[in-house]
């Protein structure tokens, strides 16, 4: 009976020394020198350059890059684009397709540098320089959220695309979750929800900043951008109090878990804020069953929920003086200040 587990063991560890042993074999590294052009170093894709076809490549990929070098970007441009498209399973096609996006970046042609360097992301995901590859990617986006305007053809002006910047940058959080341009990411596609009026999505990105990257340095800061954010919901006392509490647990939040940090005055005042704004709502609830129903119970619970709320503002003690009058009247005594009158009022008769 033991004998089958330990050959399927034996298999699989077998087949893990292979994988971990042929790995570093597959990976190809391009290095570039101006006198030979570009050679391999390492990997199981050198004996390509051997071939017609890998020579053939090669040719193409050194004529582009000295275009390149010599600021011929027309020149490199079409050589990079001969090269990834006559070998796109090729070690140079990778290579080719991030050169051509930095041109294009440089020209300003954004969409299609990013649609170069994405294709990198997709087809090529053991590219070596993948973080060089991200970098450009949220490079370019950045530019794009900022007002950045692009060059059709690469020198007439466009208009901007701000938008076409968060899709990049929702693009670059897709490609790697877990790389270091992902929080910075998710950080500026708030800035620039916020920037174009779009509270809910900014609120989005704030959110998944927090759940998912609670260890990043930008953290604190998405703490108090999504608390400032959800205090501005409310409009008023009379309104619904749902975004001021999830203002206050954010706030909270962040004084609990950011002690130290230099905004946590403003964390502090903004949690006040939002306790006196939530108390003067329930004040609001107060008033109304007080002095517009005589629903001495339902005020009572409502004063009382304004001085827990907020226990040393001007709300509570207002709240505290309600309830002394409803005592009063509640013990058969007139009120104080003839602010409610109770029972039902007497019917008038009209002669016309």
């Given at each position: 009976m033991p004998i089958a587990p330990r050959r399927i063991g034996f298999v699989i560890t077998l087949l893990l020394v292979w994988a971990f042993g042929l790995a570093p074999a597959l990976h190809a590294n391009l290095v570039w020198d101006p006198r030979t052009g570009w050679r391999v170093e390492g990997g199981a894709a050198v004996p390509f350059l051997d071939t017609p076809a890998?020579?053939?490549?090669?040719?193409?990929?050194?004529?582009?890059?000295?275009?390149?070098?010599?600021?011929k970007a027309g020149s490199a441009l079409s050589g990079y684009k001969r090269v990834y498209k006559k070998y796109p399973t090729s070690l140079f096609a990778a290579e080719a397709l991030y050169r051509s996006g930095r041109i294009y970046e440089n020209r300003r042609q954004y969409t299609k540098a990013f649609r170069n360097l994405q294709r990198v992301v997709a087809e090529h995901p053991a590219y070596p320089a993948f973080t060089e590859?991200?970098?450009?990617?949220?490079?370019?986006?950045?530019?794009?959220?900022?007002?950045?305007?692009?060059?059709?053809?690469?020198?007439?002006?466009?208009?901007?695309?701000?938008?076409?910047?968060?899709?990049?940058?929702?693009?670059?959080?897709?490609?790697?979750?877990?790389?270091?341009?992902?929080?910075i990411s998710l950080m500026n596609v708030a800035e620039?929800?916020?920037?174009?009026?779009?509270?809910?999505a900014a609120i989005d990105a704030l959110d998944r900043m927090i759940?998912?990257?609670?260890?990043?340095?930008?953290?604190?800061?998405?703490?108090?951008?999504?608390?400032?954010?959800?205090?501005?919901?409310?409009?008023?006392?009379?309104?619904?109090?749902?975004?001021?509490?999830?203002?206050?647990?954010?706030?909270?939040?962040?004084?609990?878990?950011?002690p130290g940090e230099a905004d946590v005055t403003i964390a502090?005042?903004?949690?006040?804020?939002?306790?006196?704004?939530?108390?003067?709502?329930?004040?609001?609830?107060?008033?109304?069953?007080?002095?517009?129903?005589?629903?001495?119970?339902?005020?009572?619970?409502?004063?009382?929920?304004?001085i827990t709320t907020y226990p040393d503002s001007p709300t509570a003690e207002r709240a505290r003086r309600h309830l002394a009058r409803i005592e009063k009247i509640e013990a058969g005594e007139d009120d104080p200040e003839g602010t409610v009158r109770g029972g039902p009022r007497a019917k008038r008769f009209w002669i016309f």
């Open positions: 890998g020579q053939a490549a090669k040719s193409l990929m050194d004529k582009a890059r000295r275009a390149e070098d010599a600021g590859v991200l970098g450009s990617e949220y490079r370019i986006a950045d530019k794009l959220v900022q007002g950045a305007r692009p060059l059709y053809w690469g020198f007439i002006p466009g208009f901007k695309q701000r938008e076409k910047g968060l899709e990049f940058l929702e693009q670059v959080v897709a490609n790697a979750p877990y790389s270091e341009y992902a929080a620039g929800y916020a920037r174009s009026g779009d509270r809910d759940n998912n990257y609670p260890d990043s340095f930008l953290t604190p800061d998405a703490y108090l951008k999504l608390a400032a954010a959800q205090a501005s919901i409310t409009q008023g006392p009379p309104y619904d109090q749902a975004s001021t509490q999830l203002a206050l647990t954010y706030f909270q939040d962040y004084t609990i878990l950011y502090n005042k903004g949690f006040d804020d939002a306790r006196a704004l939530l108390a003067e709502s329930k004040m609001t609830m107060g008033d109304f069953y007080y002095k517009k129903r005589s629903n001495y119970k339902a005020a009572k619970v409502f004063y009382n929920e304004a």
